[in-house]
């Protein structure tokens, strides 16, 4: 993953943690504020805050394996480049051989 991507996804986990430390305060300044209206949008506010922050936290633990996942991914092509090469190898043939005969019928 190039640096600039991984920059710009963690600049987005930055501003939508700002997001919702804003939203957080915003509840709070209004919590005396009385009315249904407002009650309710208040509660629907807290719900999504809520179903945000599950999601950025998720998010975070996705990048984390998937980063993980590669690193782990890299040091196995640079200890064995001979076993990948004949993965590699192998999917190719059988791709060309699964090919060659979907297309002579």
Same mark, same amino acid.
């Given at each position: 993953?190039?640096?600039?991507?991984? $920059?710009? @996804?963690? /600049?987005?986990?930055?501003?939508?943690?700002?997001?919702?430390?804003?939203i957080?305060?915003?509840?709070?300044?209004?919590?005396?504020?009385?009315?249904?209206?407002?009650?309710?949008? @208040?509660?629907?506010?807290?719900?999504?805050?809520? +179903?945000?922050?599950?999601t950025?936290? +998720?998010?975070?633990?996705?990048? +984390?394996?998937? @980063?993980?996942?590669?690193?782990? $991914?890299?040091?196995?092509?640079?200890? /064995?480049?001979? $076993?990948? &090469?004949?993965?590699?190898?192998?999917?190719?043939?059988?791709?060309? &051989? &699964?090919?060659?005969? /979907?297309? @002579?019928?």
């Amino acid at each position: 993953m190039s640096s600039k991507t991984e $920059a710009a @996804r963690e /600049k987005l986990f930055d501003h939508l943690k700002t997001l919702v430390e804003d939203i957080e305060e915003l509840l709070k300044a209004t919590a005396e504020q009385s009315g249904d209206g407002i009650s309710l949008l @208040r509660d629907r506010l807290l719900q999504s805050l809520e +179903q945000g922050r599950q999601t950025l936290l +998720q998010g975070r633990k996705i990048l +984390q394996a998937s @980063r993980d996942g590669a690193e782990t $991914a890299i040091s196995y092509a640079q200890e /064995k480049p001979w $076993a990948v &090469f004949g993965v590699a190898l192998g999917a190719g043939t059988a791709l060309a &051989f &699964f090919l060659l005969n /979907k297309f @002579r019928r």
